[in-house]
């Protein structure tokens, strides 16, 4: 994309710096964006679309078995705040962070003298050339490199009792530009009007 286009599409609430800084790190990416994914301040209580936890609540289906492990919430901040009154109960969708290191392991031993394919495959990734592929650079509460399915969703209930019990260890939590990043990626994942099906 030309980044004229990008730059329409700028949240309008940023301060000018914040903006200025959102900007300048678009502009290098995808070879040094990385350093400012994260955001430092975590002084903000509530639960926001893509906080990482370390205590997430994990299940790979048709598997039944329950697991804690890392975890970034999917759920648009506004969805799952409990001042948004509503008549029913909404729910937190997430997805399991995957280790990378441990993907890289598990593919040289699935695909054996594959080494420039699997190596090409996990530089787009780091990349973010991947359209099912949200990639989590190692920074901040992230003490490896990770990334996340956008096809292996999990949703539980939003409620106080969810809550207490799998998020109170954050990980991280994204800045303007890891955001942006995010809510990219997630358009482009599941709203691309591209399958060239005429439905009349």
């Known amino acids: 994309m030309d980044l004229k286009d990008i730059e329409i599409f700028l949240p309008k609430y940023l301060s000018p710096e914040s903006n200025k800084k959102l900007w300048d790190g678009l502009k290098q990416f995808p070879d040094h964006y990385e350093k400012d994914f994260y955001w430092n301040n975590s002084n903000i209580k509530e639960i926001l679309q893509g906080d990482g936890f370390s205590d997430g609540y994990i299940i790979n289906l048709p598997n039944t078995t329950v697991k804690v492990g890392n975890t ?13 009154s509503r008549f029913y109960e909404t729910q937190i969708i997430l997805s399991p962070i995957i280790n ?9 031993l699935r695909f054996p003298g594959q080494v420039d394919r699997i190596s090409e495959h996990i530089q787009n990734i780091r990349n973010q050339k991947i359209s099912t592929i949200f ?10 490199e990770g990334f ?12 106080v009792q969810i809550r ?21 990626k997630l358009s482009v994942h599941f709203t691309r009007i591209q399958e060239k099906v005429d439905r009349n």
């Open 148 to 159: 996340i399915f956008l096809d292996k969703l999990i949703s539980l209930p939003n409620n």
């Open 164 to 184: 207490n019990s799998y998020f109170m260890n954050q990980l991280f939590r994204l800045s303007n530009l890891g955001l942006y990043i995010f809510l990219f």
């Open 100 to 108: 990378l290191e441990k993907y890289i392991n598990k593919l040289n």
């Open 135 to 144: 990639y989590l650079p190692k920074s901040h509460g992230m003490s490896n």
């Open 72 to 84: 970034i919430i999917i759920s648009n901040s506004c969805d799952i705040d409990f001042n948004n």
